[in-house]
C-alpha cells in the first residue's frame, strides 16, 4: 500500500476548516495580472518603441517603470489564431478551428476540457474576467444570439465577461455579458448570417448612400450598422447595438470595475481592446490628436485606456501588487477595409517601425509586435529586453507565477520565460526557437537570429527567404542562397516542431 503523506498546504487547509475560519486565499502573495491586448497595434505605434508623431504616454509610463521587449511575438500574424495561442499555450495550426479568423456565426474554437490560461488562474484561487474583443467563436454550432450562449468565455475559464463576440468590423454589433446580448429585446430579435443577406436592412454594396459614417475600401460591404457597412449581415437587435465611437468607453468602463469589484481577492483580468482595429472611429474627444489621421488618433485612444487601467489599479491601492502587461494581437496595417485616410494620412507614420511587411503576412511587421510587462519590485524598471519571446508562453509563464503545475499535454508550445521578465541571466535564451503563421495558415521559423520563410509560406515563388535578424531586421538580404546548410537545418527544425 502506498503511504499517502498529506502536503502542508493540505494540512494548513484542513486544520482551518475544522476549526471553522475561512482558508487563507490559495492565492496569497501572488499577483493581480492584468493582460492588456490591443488589435493590430505595430511594432512602431508606440512613442517609446520609437513613435515620432503620435504620442503614447500612459503606454510610455508603464515601459519607464517595467520592461519593454523589442523582440516579443505573436504566434500568427492575425487575431484569432494568436488569441488562441494565447488561452491555450498551444501553437494554432495544431487545431484547425482556431487556426484562422471567425466569423460571428462561428462556433467556439477551444474544447471546453482544455487546460486554459484562465482555468489556470482560477484553480490559484483567482477572480477571472475577459473585457473586449473576444473573436474566438461561441457555442457548440452556430450561435443563436437571442439565448443565452454557450460554451464560451465561461466554460473555457472566464467567472466574467462583458465581450464584442468577433471583430468590430463583423456581425453581429452587439455586446455580451455573461453569455447574453446587453440591452437584448425579445421583440427584436437577432439573426446573423453570412453566406446570405437577411432582413431588410440597407447594406453598403446596395445604399451606399447610407453609408453616412466611414465607407469600405475592400469587403465590409454587407449590413449598416452606425452608418458603416460590416463584414457579415444581420437584422434586429437595434437597441443592443454599439455605437463605434464609444467601444474605448464602453469596454474599459467595465475593465476599470472589474478592477474596482475584485480588489480583495486575487484576479486576472484580460482587457482586449477593440482599438485599433477597423473601423477606426475614435471618440470625438480624440479626433485629430495625434496628427496621424483616424489611424493614429485609434492609438491615442487605446493609450487612454491603458491610462484608464492604471489609474484604477492606483486608485485601488493595487498597482505594487499587479503584473500589468501591454501587447497586440498581430503587427500593424494601415488601409484594412475602410476608407479612414490610414493609407495617406499618417503624416510619415510607421505602423511597423523598420519592419517589413504587414499583419496577415510572414515578414517581421506581421508579428513582431511590443510587449511591455510591469511588476514593481519583481520586473526591473526602465530595461529593455532583446530576448525572444511569443504570446503563446503566457500560460507556461502563469504557471510560473502562480506556482502551478501544467498537467501531461497541457499548453505544450508555451515556454516559461519568467526569468527573462526578471532579466536573470541575460544571453541565455528562454527560447530556442519559434513558429509564426500567416493570417493563410503559412508556417515561418525562427531560431537565434535566423529567420526561415519556406518557399510554401511565400505568395509569390522563388525559394526560401533566409534572413538575419541580428543585422538585417528589416529583412532587406535574402541570404538563403549563400546559406544552404541553415536553410536545410531550419527546414528540418519547422518540420519535426509541426509535426510532433
Ligand atoms: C480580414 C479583413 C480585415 C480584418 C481581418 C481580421 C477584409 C478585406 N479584410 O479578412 O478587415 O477584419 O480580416 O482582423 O475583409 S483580425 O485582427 O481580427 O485578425
Ligand atoms: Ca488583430
Request: charged share 20%; net charge neutral.
Amino acid at each position: 500500500m502506498k503511504h499517502f503523506l498529506p502536503t502542508l498546504g493540505a494540512v494548513v487547509l484542513f486544520t482551518a476548516m475544522a476549526s471553522g475560519q475561512t482558508p487563507p486565499p490559495a492565492a496569497a502573495g501572488k499577483p493581480n495580472v492584468v493582460f492588456i491586448l490591443a488589435d493590430d497595434i505595430g511594432y512602431g505605434d508606440f512613442s517609446c518603441y520609437g513613435a515620432t508623431k503620435v504620442r503614447t504616454p500612459n503606454v510610455d509610463k508603464l515601459a519607464a517603470a517595467g520592461m519593454k521587449f523589442t523582440d516579443a511575438h505573436t504566434p500568427a500574424s492575425v487575431c484569432t489564431p494568436t488569441r488562441y495561442s494565447l488561452m491555450t499555450g498551444q501553437y494554432a495550426f495544431r487545431h484547425p478551428p482556431g487556426s484562422r479568423i471567425l466569423s460571428g456565426v462561428a462556433p467556439l474554437s477551444i474544447p471546453t476540457n482544455t487546460v486554459t490560461l484562465p482555468k489556470l488562474f482560477q484553480r490559484a484561487g483567482y477572480a477571472t474576467g475577459v473585457v473586449g474583443k473576444w473573436h474566438l467563436g461561441l457555442g457548440e454550432k452556430e450561435p443563436d444570439y437571442n439565448k443565452e450562449v454557450k460554451p464560451g468565455p465561461r466554460e473555457v475559464g472566464f467567472d466574467y465577461s462583458f465581450i464584442i463576440p468577433a471583430t468590430g468590423d463583423r456581425t453581429p454589433c452587439v455586446y455580451m455579458e455573461n453569455g447574453r446580448v446587453v440591452n437584448y429585446d425579445p421583440k427584436d430579435p437577432i439573426t446573423v448570417n453570412y453566406t446570405k443577406k437577411v432582413g431588410t436592412e440597407p447594406t453598403g454594396k446596395e445604399n451606399p448612400d447610407q453609408l453616412t459614417n466611414q465607407k469600405p475600401s475592400h469587403g465590409h460591404d454587407m449590413t449598416i450598422v452606425n452608418g458603416i457597412s460590416r463584414i457579415g449581415w444581420m437584422t434586429g437587435g437595434t437597441a443592443a447595438r454599439w455605437k463605434d465611437e464609444d467601444t474605448a468607453d464602453d469596454l474599459s468602463k467595465r475593465a476599470v470595475s472589474f478592477i474596482a469589484q475584485h480588489k480583495e481577492k486575487p484576479f486576472f483580468l484580460c482587457f482586449a481592446t477593440h482599438d485599433i482595429h477597423v473601423p477606426r472611429v475614435p471618440n470625438e474627444r480624440f479626433r485629430g490628436k495625434s496628427g496621424c489621421g483616424l489611424r493614429g488618433d485609434a492609438i491615442v485612444q487605446f493609450d487612454w485606456q491603458v491610462g484608464e487601467v492604471l489609474a484604477a489599479l492606483e486608485k485601488n491601492g493595487l498597482a505594487d501588487n499587479t503584473l500589468v502587461i501591454v501587447s497586440s494581437d498581430n503587427g500593424g496595417v494601415m488601409d484594412d477595409g475602410y476608407q479612414d485616410g490610414s493609407g495617406n494620412d499618417a503624416s510619415g507614420h510607421r505602423c511597423n517601425g523598420p519592419l517589413r511587411g504587414f499583419k496577415g503576412g510572414l515578414y517581421e511587421g506581421g508579428h513582431r509586435v511590443p510587449l511591455i510587462a510591469r511588476w514593481p519590485g519583481k520586473v526591473p524598471a526602465g530595461k529593455t529586453s532583446a530576448e525572444l519571446v511569443c504570446l503563446v508562453d503566457t500560460m507556461a509563464t502563469a504557471a510560473k507565477i502562480l506556482d502551478q503545475s501544467l498537467p501531461p499535454g497541457a499548453a505544450p508550445d508555451s515556454v516559461n520565460v519568467f526569468p527573462c521578465l526578471l532579466a536573470e541571466k541575460p544571453g541565455k535564451p528562454c527560447r530556442e526557437s519559434l513558429i509564426m503563421q500567416s493570417g493563410g495558415g503559412a508556417l515561418a521559423i525562427r531560431k537565434g537570429p535566423w529567420k526561415l520563410i519556406p518557399e510554401t509560406g511565400k505568395k509569390v515563388k522563388g525559394g526560401p527567404e533566409l534572413y538575419n535578424l541580428a543585422d538585417d531586421i528589416g529583412e532587406t538580404k535574402n541570404l538563403a542562397a549563400e546559406n544552404p546548410d541553415r536553410v536545410k537545418e531550419l527546414t528540418a527544425l519547422l518540420a519535426a516542431t509541426r509535426d510532433v
